[in-house]
């Protein structure tokens, strides 16, 4: 009964501890390595919203677009082609421009055209992935790393102590340390479901961008045009 009694107030002094610490306290608690985790969830934080609006932009090209530039390209209205492109401001609308500006030249010519300015494109959409990606793997090895001088420095305070060592004194340093693990994991799992989504909606906007390209090859493959 006594060692059970013995149990039951350390749980609860233990309970009582952690309802009395808030987050940034436990943040403090982690150690300088937790200065790093933190700077890189902030870089993190601002690659993935900066992407996401800059590719919610590029994907805003209207439904009936490629329909338009089909109906000005038919009839010869190739100004205001252009003019519509200049409008939508879009990869998809880059493309088809450079596109019509080759208008009379042979089509391995136009076809290279558009390709290169696709490829310019995809590379402005994905700019800062790899940044992206990088802390989804530093930041759990940065987290691993303060966890591992967190020990190291607890069981030099326990060496240090004269005296028999208390529960307390080393489970306070145990946990300390495990917190840089802790926030280390959740920057990295963050990180990575971010740039998984991110890339998801960059290759949906690259099939796209090369349907768009295919279609308006085939227009001016068309008799008519020839």
């Known amino acids: 009964m006594k060692l059970l009694q013995i149990t039951v107030d350390s749980t609860a002094a233990l309970s009582s501890g952690h309802e009395s610490m808030s987050i940034l306290e436990l943040l403090f608690k982690g150690g300088f390595m937790m200065i790093p985790i933190l700077l890189l969830s902030v870089v993190a934080l ?4 900066e992407r996401l609006m800059s590719i919610k932009n590029a994907s805003k090209t209207q439904p009936q677009f490629m329909e338009r530039i089909k109906r000005h390209v038919a009839s010869g209205d190739i100004n205001g082609a252009r003019l519509l492109c200049a409008d939508e401001n879009t990869p998809i609308a880059k493309m088809i421009e450079k596109g019509i500006s080759r208008i009379g030249s ?4 136009i076809e290279v055209a558009i390709e290169n300015v696709g490829k310019i494109e995809v590379y402005n959409l ?3 992935l790899s940044v992206l990606a990088t802390i989804a793997g530093a930041a759990p090895m940065i987290g691993f790393l303060g966890t591992v001088t967190g020990m190291i420095q607890a069981f030099i305070a326990i060496a240090n102590h ?3 060592v208390s529960p307390r004194l080393l489970s306070a340093g145990i946990y300390e340390a495990m917190l840089t693990t802790a926030a280390g994991l959740v920057v990295g799992i963050a990180a990575y479901l971010g740039y998984n989504y991110l ?3 960059v290759q949906k906007l690259v099939h ?3 349907y768009s390209s295919i279609d ?3 227009l001016l493959q068309e008799p008519k045009l020839k």
């Not at 042979?106 to 010519?109: A, R």
Request: hydrophobic letters at 35%; charged letters at 35%.
């Open 199 to 201: 890339v998801t909606r």
């Open 106 to 109: 042979p089509l391995k010519n």
């Open 216 to 218: 308006f090859i085939d």
């Open 126 to 128: 994905e700019k800062n």
């Open 162 to 164: 004269e005296g028999s």
């Open 46 to 49: 601002y690659i993935f919203f």
């Open 208 to 210: 796209r961008m090369e």
